[in-house]
């Protein structure tokens, strides 16, 4: 486990609120160490438009919980610039990803966080960029 704090994409995150063993696991380890987690607004609103989209009350309720139990974290003008300079480098390389992904990687670079994903093929392709898969056992 890493001291730093890691940043959850919202494929985690989704899947600790579905019970998935791997990602539960590794988050009940990382919370002895870190106590919260850390998320980006991005990550929050994904979530939160699936279950209002879907009217699931109850996870919505327990979502809020778990958002006010963690930190959520602004797009900054700081996480902005990050943003814009990793689309022109994946842009350059010909090798963009979606917005959402290149904000929660900005999020995480300005912070100092890693990324918590299954979506490592899109997340590694950001220089500098620490990447942990929670859905795998290891």
């Given amino acids: 486990m ?3 704090p890691t ?3 919202t494929d985690v995150l989704s899947a600790i609120m579905r019970q998935h063993p791997q990602a539960t696991a590794r988050a009940r380890r990382y919370l002895i160490e870190q106590r919260r ?3 980006s607004i991005i990550t929050r609103y994904e979530v939160l438009r699936g279950l209002l989209a879907r009217q699931a009350v109850r996870q919505q309720h327990a979502f809020e919980q778990l958002c ?3 930190e959520v974290l602004p797009i900054t003008e700081a996480v902005g610039v990050q943003a814009a300079a990793i689309y022109a480098d994946l842009y350059t390389r ?3 990803i979606g917005d959402a ?3 929660i990687a900005a999020t995480a670079l300005v912070h100092g966080c890693a990324v918590a994903t299954n979506n490592e093929a ?3 392709r950001i220089p500098g960029l620490a990447v942990e898969n929670w859905l795998h056992a290891g």
């Fill in 101 to 103: 992904d290149i904000l």
């Fill in 68 to 70: 006010a139990a963690s």
């Fill in 37 to 39: 987690f850390t998320i």
């Fill in 7 to 9: 940043l959850l994409d």
């Fill in 122 to 124: 899109h997340y590694r």
């Fill in 2 to 4: 890493t001291n730093r």
């Fill in 94 to 96: 010909g090798q963009l």
